[in-house]
Structures are given as C-alpha cells and as structure tokens.
C-alpha cells in the first residue's frame, strides 16, 4: 500500500471541519488547487479564477482551464470514510492512493482511510446525491453537511435540515426526546435529593432508611439517569474523542461519568479505598445524587435552548404565513373557484378580494386598491396599485378587489426567496465566530487540565478527606467551564438578526456581510432610482434652428428604441403634448454616450457632450444654457442633427422625499457618502448640494464605479456600494459590502451581500443599524461566556474555600452552566423586538 502525501494535512485540534460555504474561507489555512489537490501560494501571481463571489487558485494554466470547463466537478468532494461533503479548494486533509486523491473533513477520518483503505474504497456505490432540502447541517459548523440526522463531529450538536422550511415540520425529534429524558431524569433526581439533603430541610430521610440501605436506594434511582438518560450525551462525547475535537459533550461525559463511576465503586467495594477518600466516620461517601441531578440540569438547559432557537425562526415563520394556502382562480368560462396555492400556474387569472393576502407575484388586469406590503419592505405606508402594476406574493391587499395575472408561482415568487435568503443567511457563520472556536479548540483541553490540576492540588495539600474535595473540585471545574455559551455566542444573534432584518425588509445574503457593514466607513450611491425617484419627466426644449415642437420629435421618436429611464421620460413628454412620432433606423445605444439612428432621413444624435464629439456636433453655443439647467438639478441631453447641433431636453428626476432624512441618519452613524453618477457635473453637484452628500463622482462610465471602488480600497476604507442595475454588479461585488435595491436587476442582488426589498436610503439605514446592533450583541454574548469562564472556573476549583470553608458542589456548577447558555440566549433574542 502506498500513499503520497504530496500535499499539507494537519491534526491539530479545530481543523475538522473545512468549509462548503464561501463564508467560511475567511479562516481557511490553506489554499488548495481544487483540481490537481497541490497547495498554492495565493501571492504567487499563479492563475486564478473567480466565482460566486470566491477566487481559485491554481498551479498551472492547465488545471485553471480544466475548473472553467467544468467548475461543478471541482468544488467538493466525498469523504471516503465519513460521507461528508469537504471544499477542494480548502481541504486541510488530503492524501493520493494508487493514483487518486482523496480529500478527508478530519484527520481521524485520514487516519482510518491510511490504516485500512480497502475498508472503504471496495465495490461500495458512490455516495447519492441528495436532493436539495433533505441534507443536514450543523447551526455552529455549517461547513458540516451530511445526507441524514446525527451529531456534529466538531461540537456534538444535533443536525439540522437544510432548505426553505415548510413551515410544518412538526415537532423538533430532539426537543421531544430530550424533554421526555428530562422528566424521567427529574423523577428519579428528586427522591436522590430528599435522602441527599433532606437533614438540612428537617428531613431526616437517611436515618429513617438506613445508611446502607440509602446508598443502594440512590444507586438504584442514579443508575437509570446516567446509564439510560445520559445516553446522547455519552455518545457525543465519544464522538469528540474520535474526531479529537474536545467540546462541552466531553467535559460533561467525564464529570458525571467520573462521580457515578467512584460512586459505584465505593458502595460494591469500598474498602480498596484509603483513608484518604474516607469521611470522619470511616465511610466512603458516594456522589450519585450530583451525577442524577447534573444530567438533569443539562438536559433542562438543552430544552430551554433548543425552544428558544426555535424562537429564532419565528421570522421565517412569519414570512410563510404571509402567502394564503389557497387562491381564488378564475376559469376560461367565467367561473371561480377557491384551488391550493400549489395549483397556481404562471398564466392564471386570480381574483383578490379586500383583505386578501396576494397569492402570487403578478401582475394587475383590472381593479384598483392599496397594497399593505409593511411586511416585505418594512413601509407602513400602503401602496396604490391599479391595472399594470405589479404586486407581490404575501402581500396584504386592503380596500379594493383586484384582477391579477400570476407570473411567478411557487419557488420563483419574491416571498419565497426571501425565505430561502434568510434560510441560508441564519446557517452562515460571522468571521468573529472564528474568535470562539479557536479559542474553544484550546478552552476544553485546558479545563481538563485544571480539572486534574485541582484534583491533585486538593490531593496533596487539602484537609481531610483530602482526595474527596479534590474529586468534588475536578467534578465541579469539567461542568461549569463547559463552553455551550461560547458556541452558542455568535449564531444565536446571527438567526435572530437575518430573520428580523427579513421583517424590515433587510435580506442578508450570509453572516459575513451583516459584520462587514458594522465596520464600514463609505457608502458609495447612485443617484438615479436611489437618491432620486427613478421616474424622470421632461422639463425643458430648447431648440436650435428648429421649432422646439420639431426638436422633441426627433428625440422622442429616437428615444423610442432606448429602454433608459430619461428617454421614457423623453417619449411621454411628447405623448402628453399629442404629438406623431416616426419610426426611427439603425437605432445605436453607446454606453455612457448617448442614441443614434435616422429618423425621417435624417441622422440624429441625442446624448452627452462625448456623444456630440462623436457625431461631429459644435455644442459652444448651448454649453451656457445647459449649465443653468443642470445647476437646477436637471439632466441635459444635447440633440444633433445631421451632424449639427440641434438644441437641448432637459429632464429632471425628483429627488425622494425620504432621501434626505435617510443621508442626515447615514451621516449619524458614521459613513462618508459619495455620490457615483455618470450624469453631468454640474446636475449632480446640485443635487449633492440639496442633500449634503460629501462627495460628487460624475460623468461615470460603468467600469469607473468598479475602479473608484478599488481606489477607495487601497486608500484603506471600508466600503459599501449601493446600486441596482447590471452596471453596477462589477463594483457591488468589489466592493467590502455590496447592497443591492430590490427594485433592480436580479445580476445586482446576486452580486451583492445585502438586498433591500425596497430600493430607497432608509432600508441602507435600517441594515447599518442592524449591522450594529447584532455586532453589539455578539461582543456581548463572547464577553458573558469569556467573563462567566474565567470566573466560574476557579471558583469551582476551590479558590474560595480558604475566606468561605465551603465548596461550588457539582450540582450547583450545573444549574450555573445551563444559566450561562439560557443568559446567552435570552440577550440575542432581544434582536426580536430591535426597532428599524
């Protein structure tokens, strides 16, 4: 048998898992060709390529041509051993045999392929694809992705199904056993305390039954609750021991493991123990009450835990309320009848009746009334739809009956996008959770350290039962320094805050974007559709040897051909003044310029000052005209015609009346706004004027967005770009946060970290202060878990006995460990109630 370990694996504690997600590569240690499996060094100036927002690199030009051949084969591989999923380009465990590579989520799972590698290759089937929605994930490691329920191999917790939610799942199967094992934990718990401590409340059970026939009673009562009960909880700790990820299964299993073991010891055998481990009264004392009732407050914790991360998906939950089961859908004869949503196909007509929610996404055939859409944009105000607006899935239709045309039905609807974006966001993971786990990869080792270190201080200089306050101390350290806090820090805000900011109409597409925007210091915006209304009208006509009538014609019937805001604005301005347009020939669009084409056989030419030099036009005798205009704020556009300048139309786009409030807030919380237009200096500086904007980037060429990005960048500031067209998906995805306007183009949100259902500044203020607010309340949960720690380890291990003479009992450093994650919890779920 012969490997070749050609390339790095490492087996220190905390590499287990490798990321399947690009939010988790900001940790990633190595950088891996994912088609040849050689390490790379990204500062080589090797061939590289970037997809999905994530950059491959690669050792030769050979293997980057083979990835953009075919990138799906590339990207993840099986584990032979395990069945996990693990990121090529990541993987820190990687080994050839007999000529094929093999890529490991652990060195456990290396080490058993490189012992016995015909235990798992043989005639075994590959691994089936599972479809999307049946996979598992682990809420803390969602690099962790298996085909069925379990553990997670890092941190022990129970998998959680991947996809949209259905909103009826029913019950969580842990919940339901873990709360039955409580009860049952409980019940026997209770007696163990009565005989236990029943003297101190002036119940002198013990006496009554007998010294020795209450050790076998409380072993009777204990047996149940670690052997049974404790059973999930044993077992996730022998699988930290496998996988060699210590965590808070491992501490627990070797604290209650170790007071019921000596427990059983000392009532079947107690003389092999010296005097040393005996009372004053010769008796070896048993702990199994601690045992029992240890189990019982974990499991108490773990119920309180898994019903408040429930609580956590309420917004999801909310949301998928939001689309009615049924549709009322009008037949081609004329008659109505009430179907399940899943009937609807894109084509049917549908009927809203006030009070409604709308079924689907579609389109307005005959009605008018207010739309509520408070719950997808986060607007109260309703919005007025009458025949040929849209009108969104989910959305409450108030006053009137409306006619629709559904468009898109099912997966493709608004609603549930946002639902499968919140979805995927609540499972991303924050760079700052990679502060947790690092430390946790050491934290649980050490305690176990202390722990002995304790046992054998106790031992050595302790009264009498020296060896008994050293247990009790070990006992006491390895369960209230379990790290569940820790780990539980970061994602319980994380799925908290992505389903909130859904509410308000702040969708975020992955953890990493919500803390890269709590540090931002520029936002970058455009003017049109962002700080404007985005529905410019015709002002002025200004003509140059031609009627002002004549003029408008020519560009009217020019601008037919053009999709761009201003020339809509153009060619309604004609309509309302009835006047005939022609058709227009070789119709030429030149980005960042300007139309041509010929109409009525003449050439003309309609845009800005490079478009006039490229038509030939001498502008100088309007130059003086069009800035007057444009210092009112309007955009000019200079009219050639046969190569002659022809005259002026101004168009002017109102300025949002919510856009100011939104900069002054903007400016509140710390960010430089700059303004990046390709519209002429003097408009924009104008406008910027009217909105104390910092800065004004004019006369902009889409490529220009993306390179002031980039000289921003090098400056060292922290970026946000803002925009909504596919010009400015470039820049939204080079910049540090990229926030796409919902009412833009879908390349836009797809290049972006942030999404506003509703494209106005407000929402960017909204996603700044939830940005703040859950950073806030993530230093918040890490310093509680740290702070209660560092407090509550040395306190357990006995560093108060010399002022107190008295002891943290292990049952009391339960109760305080499952308070520690609850304490946790309870302060991410104030993001429930954050006002936006």
Known sequence: MKHDHSAHHDHAHGTQGHSCCSTHKA????????????????????????????????????????FKNDPDTYLTAIDPVCGMKVDRATAKHFLQHEGQKYYFCSAGCMAKFENAPQDYLGDRPAPKATPAGTQYTCPMHPEIIKDGPGSCPICGMALEPMGIPTGDEGPNPELVDFTRRFWISALCSIPLLLITMGPMLGLPLREWIGESRAVWLEFALATPVVLWAAIPFFERAWASFVNRSPNMWT?????????????????LVPDIFPHTFRMHGGSVPVYF?????????????????????????????????????????????????????????????????????????????????????????????????????????????????LLIKAEKVGADTVLSQIVGMVATAQRSRAPIQGLADRVASYFVPA??????????????????????????????????????????????????????????????????????????????????????????????????????????VLAASLEKGSEHPLAEAIVEGAKTRNLALHSAENFEATTGMGVSGTVNKQSVALGNKAMMEKAGADISSLSQKADALRAQGKSVLFVAVDGKAAGIVAVADPVKATTAEAIRLLHKAGLRIIMATGDNRITAQSVAAQLGIDEVRADMLPEGKKQLVDELRAKGAKIAMAGDGVNDAPALAAADVGIAMGTGADVAMESAGITLVKGDLNGIVRARHLADATISNIKQNLFFAFFYNVLGVPVAAGVLYPVFGTMLSPMLAAAAMSLSSVSVIANALRLRTLKL
């Not at 501490?251 to 000392?266: D, K, M, N, P, Q």
């Not at 049924?326 to 009070?355: F, H, K, N, Q």
């Open 27 to 66: 940790e990633a240690e190595i950088v891996r060709d994912p088609v040849c499996g050689m390490l790379v060094d990204p500062t080589a100036g090797k061939p590289k390529v970037e997809r999905d927002g994530r950059v491959f690199h690669f050792c030769s030009a050979g293997c980057q041509t083979k």
């Open 251 to 267: 501490l627990i299993a070797i604290g209650v493991g170790a007071a019921y073991a000596f427990s059983v010891v000392a009532t």
């Open 289 to 401: 009450e601690a045992a029992a009732v240890i189990v019982t407050l974990v499991f108490l914790g773990q119920i309180l835990e898994l019903k408040a991360r429930e609580r956590t998906g309420s917004a999801i939950r909310a949301l998928l309320n939001l689309a009615p089961k049924t549709a009322r859908r009008i037949a081609a004869d004329g008659s109505e009848s009430d179907v399940p949503l899943d009937e609807v196909a894109a084509g049917d007509t549908l009927r809203v009746r006030p009070g409604e929610s709308v079924p689907v996404d579609g389109i307005v055939l005959e009605g008018r009334s207010s739309i509520d859409e408070s719950m997808l944009t986060g607007e109260p105000l309703p919005v007025e739809k009458t025949e040929q607006d849209q009108v969104t899935g989910g959305t409450l239709n108030r006053n009137g009956t």
């Open 447 to 552: 305690v176990v350290l202390v722990a002995i270190a304790a046992f054998l201080v106790w031992a050595w200089i302790g009264p009498e039962p020296s060896m008994i306050y050293g247990l009790v101390a070990a006992v006491s350290v390895l369960i209230i320094a379990c790290p569940c806090a820790l780990g539980l820090a970061t994602p319980m805000s994380i799925m908290t805050a992505t389903g909130r900011g859904a509410q308000a109409g702040v969708l975020i597409k992955d953890a990493e974007a919500l803390e890269r925007f709590a540090g931002v210091d520029t936002l970058i915006v455009d003017k049109t559709g962002t700080l404007t209304e985005g529905k410019p009208v015709l002002t002025d006509v200004i003509a140059e040897g031609f009627s002002d009538e004549r003029l408008l």
